[in-house]
């Protein structure tokens, strides 16, 4: 008798803690979700008030008010938004993911100016020009030489976390090296967007060949900037500040070739922030005051920036 209570106490034991895995399972997973549910299936939940992604589609660490690319197929273009990539070409291409750009269609509105820095991030100049961008509350690109981030960090960091966006313009921005071959360019802007990736967590998809694409640019470019998803941007008004032009002068040209209504819709503004380009810097409030006293919308380059030509 004393033998049997003692299995049946057994049998009692084993059958409660049973019954109490199985009630306490549903809440483990909901308490687990990563557990339950691949990542790569489950469904984002949405609201308004938190138009970013879920986290489990890599996403960086420092999420910005900015569009993420994954593969989250709820996840459309958010317009006027800087664009990243959550992984580079060859993490892309190690699990067979898409190479191609999200499909969205050419924004033009009535007054509309992007306001592009190239060469940058220098010490002097780009946090000028943030301060500057900063009192008038706009958004800019900037397109960034690999080799100057990696000796300046901090200031790209803080272009991201501002809000503008980024394009790739190369490593050492070296015509001679840069357009030996296509290879040796893409390996310039591969390289870069490591450097990128390294310092903000996400990457470009965006590029703007130094010296512009033509007269550089052969099919096989055009091929494989397809191929590797990149959008080259280039521009429709130049500030003519790569020469050493004054302020009042750069201000000049850009009035000046804004007399063609055409490129209202899309104005794609050139303008440097390197070295030596002090006098960008002097010209830039003017240069917003002039797109702000005629109602230019300010917007960032990205999927949905037009060609400029
Ligand atoms: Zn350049």
Redesign the pocket.
């Known amino acids: 008798m004393k033998y049997k209570s003692r299995t049946f106490q057994l049998v009692c034991a084993l059958s409660a803690l049973c019954l109490a895995i199985l009630v306490s399972s549903p809440l483990i997973l909901l308490a687990f979700p990563k557990f339950s549910t691949p990542a790569q299936t489950a469904s984002p939940i949405q609201s308004p008030e938190s138009p970013l992604p879920e986290t489990n589609y890599n996403m960086p660490g420092t999420v910005v008010d900015a569009y993420y690319i994954n593969e989250n197929p709820d996840n459309p273009p958010l317009p006027a938004k800087p664009a990243y990539d959550t992984l580079t070409i060859t993490e892309r291409q190690a699990q067979g993911l898409s190479l191609e750009i999200p499909k969205t269609s050419p924004y033009y509105g009535q007054k509309v100016v992007y306001l592009t820095f190239?060469?940058g991030p220098e010490p002097e100049n780009t946090p000028a020009v943030l301060d500057i961008l900063k009192q008038n509350g706009i958004k800019a690109t900037f397109?960034v030489?690999g080799n100057q981030i990696e000796k300046y960090p901090e200031i790209l960091r803080r272009i991201y976390h501002e809000g503008h966006a980024i394009g790739n313009?190369?490593y050492n921005?070296v015509y001679r090296e840069l357009y030996q071959s296509p290879n040796s360019y893409f390996s310039q802007l591969r390289q870069t967007d490591e450097v990128i990736k390294k310092i903000i967590g996400v990457r470009p998809r965006i590029s703007?060949a130094?010296?512009g694409s033509a007269g550089s640019f052969t099919k096989d470019y055009w091929e494989t900037l397809k191929k590797l998803g990149y959008t080259e941007v280039g521009w429709n008004v130049s500030s003519g500040d790569?020469s050493s032009a004054k302020a009042n002068a750069i201000v000049n040209n850009i009035v000046a070739q804004m007399e063609n209504k055409h490129l209202w819709s899309h104005a794609t503004l050139l303008m440097?922030d390197?070295r030596g380009h002090a006098e960008t810097v002097k010209a830039l409030p003017t240069i917003i005051k002039y797109y702000k006293d005629r109602q230019f919308e300010f917007r960032v380059i990205n999927f949905e920036t037009p060609s400029p030509w």
């Open positions: 190239d060469d397109f030489v313009h190369s921005h703007r130094p010296g790569a440097h390197g």
